[in-house]
């Protein structure tokens, strides 16, 4: 796979723009978006709040520990999921699933400028 790119005001409406260029069928959840490699630039909340991905900074990666938990992101594919929906999912499942965090209360995307680069993970 290429490397797919997109911008938008919220973190889950670039996350959808990306997923859905993953998939021919929009109704199909894509199978890819389990294997793949999340690069976020933006205002990332972890213990601190950071800028990711601009001004010389490091961006945040997704997809590089476990992968996170997909399953709760694609029981809901098909039924018209939100961006901000697809935005908590993503944190919750996936983002603390592939870090073994274990609470989401201090961690968030509450910016109004990302970037996602989705490409294929790399290593074993």
């Known amino acids: 796979m ?3 790119t997109h911008s938008a005001p919220s973190l889950g ?3 959808m723009n990306c997923l859905k260029d993953m998939t021919t069928d929009p109704a199909v959840f894509p199978e ?8 976020i630039a933006g205002l990332v909340q972890t213990e601190r709040l950071a800028e990711r991905g601009r001004n010389g900074r490091n961006r945040f990666l997704v997809g590089i520990g476990s992968g996170g938990d997909w399953a709760p992101i694609e029981e809901e594919w098909d039924e018209n999921l939100s961006t901000d929906d697809l935005e908590w ?3 919750e499942f996936v983002v603390l699933g592939d870090m073994d965090a274990q609470e989401a ?3 968030g995307f509450p910016g109004n400028d990302y970037t996602v680069t989705v490409e294929d993970r790399q290593g074993p």
Request: hydrophobic residues 45%; charged residues 15%; without cysteine.
């Open 32 to 39: 890819q978006a389990k294997t793949s490699t999340y690069n």
């Open 13 to 15: 409406a670039a996350l």
């Open 89 to 91: 999912l993503f944190l």
């Open 105 to 107: 209360e201090t961690w």
């Open 2 to 4: 290429k490397p797919i």
